[in-house]
């Protein structure tokens, strides 16, 4: 039993899907990805090409059991899961081995509730509209989704004038420090206006899915800013955690994981991705998480847990930051070196061969 299937669930599930029965459960009607919400916004077609995809489309998800439907609760002890169906609809299913894959929450695109396809295809609308209609842009924080968005809409409106707002002296901190200067540079010469050391009064009725027009005021005491349009991407990250026991969650939240992405007194309960409180930056939800976690439930259901992998965190984060833009992608590794890729590989290998062919086991053209 999957509970979630996004990036790092729909990966697992492929993974377990080679040997066992997989149950997987979703809010969503297909893979609506989190990642690059820069194209995402200002080149939503062709984000779509290769971020937003029907389930039915992935061969290694052929014989997967898909309900569209939100867990409920976890009932531990019976190893049983409550679910809810986007009709409303109730039941309990029976599971061996359960996969928390259920992410975090902290925007619009990243959400928990449910959607059809219409609500998916508007929200990815009306969001790249706004965005880019606007002459003026604020955004607020100094993580790779707020740098992805300024870069990217900075590339498709070179006359509107785009502001990063940021608390510490250079952005994203979580990475390798040559990997901050290479992109702060970047950044400048593409004209994003930087903006160092501010740190935002979040107003209390914040509402992350949407953007907003009030004017920021800073707590770093600089003048309040205006802008026609500010989008928040401060990591106010909430665990989609409601159905889950208590005793599996950390003190901020997230399931509780050992190195072997399996929950502390639980053999036969797992976690991985954006979920799974690993480290810091909760790693597993890239670095082949959904690797180590396939072969450590496989181990499990055959009585094999001595041969179980330990997952083992980069010190830095490290992969795409900007995404797939007009001179092609940038992947920076984790010692913060850049290569570069250029279009043409990008369309005819990176994609069709690495991403699909290789890690997704197979992508059937699109309908």
Known sequence: MIAGLGDAGLLSAIQLNKKFEVIGI????????????GPRLARPKDWEENYLIDYDRFKGLKGVDIRHAK???IIADENK???IGYDGSRETLTYDALVISSGTRNGFWRTSHFENNDDVQRNLTEKSKAILSANRVAIIGGGPTAVSVASNIKEMRSDAEVNLFFSQETPLPSYHPRTRRKVE?????????????????VPTDLDVEAFSSDPISWSTGQEPFDADLTLWAIGKLTPNNEFIPADMLTSDGFVKSNSFLRVAGYDNVFTVGDIAKTDDNRSSARNAGH?????NVKAYLEGRS?????????RYRWGS?????????SIFTPNGERVGISPWWVKNLL???FVWRLIYQGLEKRR
Do not use: D, Y
Not at 189 to 197: D, F, T, W
Not at 291 to 295: G, K, N, Q, S
Not at 321 to 329: A, T, W
């Open 26 to 37: 979703s809010p969503k009607p297909c893979l609506v990805s989190g990642q690059e919400l």
């Open 71 to 73: 867990v409920s609760e």
């Open 81 to 83: 899961i409550g679910l």
């Open 185 to 201: 540079k970047f950044l400048r010469s593409q004209g994003v206006v930087l903006h160092p050391l501010h740190r935002a009064n």
């Open 291 to 295: 690797l180590i976690l396939a072969h």
């Open 306 to 314: 001595e041969k179980m992998k330990p997952f083992k965190p980069p």
């Open 321 to 329: 930051i900007l995404g797939v833009q007009k001179k092609g992608l």
């Open 351 to 353: 994609f069709p061969v």
